[in-house]
């Protein structure tokens, strides 16, 4: 089964920290996304990244930046939180389309990290 | 203008009967994939079924299967014989062809809750 892992459930910080989301996926997977789900909105993408060190802007990338390292490693970094950026926060993964059927670029989620921002 | 739309915000059905879980989708692009995740309340997305657009005939996974309507461009969720553990969000999804890396764009999700 894949396994897609973050590193809290749930965070709360404070107005103007840096925070760090970690990622990490078992399945030797080349793409990596990261979403945050808020009421009425369904998931909006923020970044994603089909290699290591290779990044590219979602919908809504302002306030946020990313860091893969490693292949099985995506970070998701708010370098001043804000109180808007309280949300749920999820994390997934996926191979490339060009791997074979189309099915196999299914995305696998992540628990989610609720993160609140005071 | 919304590229997936879930017009049910929630959704009841009793123990055991079937449901539809509506999902209209916009695009030009002739490949294209459609998703449906399932989330619970300790919110992780789970993956239930997918439908290519070239697939002639609707996927089914057990007691899922997506009635897919080209044309009206639909994709509609169908949950036969309801159980109390299939009470969550529900979110349908598309990738479009010429999307990178095989991005999604979600619909707003519907709450579905199972009575006994």
């Known amino acids: 089964d894949v396994k897609v892992t973050q590193s809290s459930r749930y965070l709360v910080k404070r107005t103007g920290e840096k925070v760090f989301l970690e990622c990490v996926q078992d399945m030797d997977h080349e793409n990596m996304f990261w979403y945050r789900q808020d009421p009425g909105l369904g998931l909006r993408l923020i970044y994603f990244?089909?290699?290591?060190?290779?990044?590219e802007k979602g919908d809504i990338p302002e306030g946020y930046s990313v860091s893969r390292e490693k292949k099985e490693r995506f970070s998701l970094i708010l370098e001043s939180a804000s109180t808007n950026q309280t949300s749920m926060y999820l994390c997934?993964?996926?191979?490339?389309?060009?791997?074979?059927?189309?099915?196999?670029?299914?995305?696998?989620f992540g628990p989610g990290t609720r993160l609140t921002v005071l | 203008a919304q590229k997936i739309t879930q017009t049910q915000p929630g959704m009841f059905v009793q123990e055991k009967e079937a449901v539809t879980l509506d999902c209209t989708y916009d695009t030009s692009d002739q490949s294209y994939g459609l998703f449906w995740y399932k989330q619970p309340s300790s919110g992780e997305m789970i993956f239930l079924i997918y439908?290519?657009?070239?697939?002639?005939q609707n996927a089914t996974e057990g007691r899922y299967s997506l009635n897919f309507q080209k044309a009206r461009k639909s994709a509609n969720l169908v949950i036969s014989a309801s159980q109390l553990g299939d009470s969550a969000m529900y979110f349908c999804?598309?990738?479009?062809?010429?999307?990178?890396?095989?991005?999604?764009?979600f619909g707003q999700g519907t709450i579905l809750t199972v009575h006994p």
């Open positions: 997934a993964s996926s191979s490339p389309r060009t791997s074979g059927s189309s099915k196999l670029d299914t995305q696998y």
């Open positions: 990244s089909y290699d290591v060190k290779m990044k």
């Open positions: 439908q290519g657009s070239y697939d002639e």
């Open positions: 999804a598309m990738r479009e062809g010429g999307t990178s890396y095989g991005k999604l764009t």
